[in-house]
């Protein structure tokens, strides 16, 4: 069974930019959508996109172009970059399996950005 | 973007009882929702998805059910494992939304 396992800094600082990485164990990356969502108390879960084992990405435009995914098939890792970081952005950040429905999820990891 | 609306917002019963959780769109998502099961410090888990379709290894006390803006989830006899919140999920529109949660506590 696919496990999603997220990593990455707790404390970021704002104008800055954050990177997570979401590594899957127990199958592949191929022939899937990899999904990030955010939760926060204000605006709860937030769907922030996905990217195709291809490449291929789709993001939320409501971050404004400030998204970018990428992947490493050879590592099984999948990659979120935010940019220009606010106190909005901090969250519980989640990677998933699949695009529309989300049949498996990671723990989720909290970040928190600083002034 | 589409709207999810969540009701009630809190749900205490007891083990044993029903669960009836509602989930409303803002508009017409056809049966493209999910339901979600979540607690705290846990993987959120696919419970349903197309509205009424339980995924793998879902117990059958678990079931979806709806089409359009109007979906239910309901737990016919709730086991103590059972108490969380509860997250529907639309993905019918361009951008996928997420219903602000319900919780089921313990009466």
């Known amino acids: 069974q696919v496990q999603l396992q997220e990593s990455g800094p707790g404390l970021v600082k704002s104008s800055e930019t954050l990177s997570l990485t979401c590594t899957v164990s127990?199958?592949?990356?191929?022939?899937?959508?990899w999904t990030w969502v955010r939760q926060t108390p204000g605006k709860g879960l937030e769907w922030i996109g996905f990217i195709y084992y291809t490449g291929t990405t789709d993001y939320n435009p409501s971050l404004n172009g400030r998204v970018r995914m990428s992947i490493d098939m050879a590592r099984s890792e999948f990659f979120l970059y935010v940019t220009s970081l606010a106190a909005a952005d901090t969250a519980v950040y989640y990677c998933a399996q699949g695009a529309g429905r989300l049949v498996m999820w990671g723990q989720g990891i909290l970040v928190t950005v600083s002034s | 973007e589409i709207v999810l609306t969540q009701s009630p917002g809190t749900l205490s019963l007891s083990p044993g009882e029903r669960a009836t959780l509602s989930c409303r769109a803002s508009?017409?998502?056809?049966?493209?929702v999910a339901w979600y099961q979540h607690k705290p410090g846990q993987a959120p888990r696919l419970l349903i998805s197309?509205?009424?379709s339980r995924f793998t290894d879902v117990p059958e006390r678990f079931s979806g059910s709806g089409s359009g803006t109007e979906f239910t989830l309901t737990i016919t006899r709730l086991e103590p494992e059972d108490f969380a919140m509860y997250y529907c999920q639309q993905y019918g529109g361009a951008i996928p939304t997420f219903g602000q949660g319900t919780k089921v506590e313990i009466k």
């Open positions: 127990g199958g592949s990356l191929s022939n899937n959508h």
């Open positions: 197309g509205a009424s």
């Open positions: 508009q017409s998502v056809d049966n493209n």
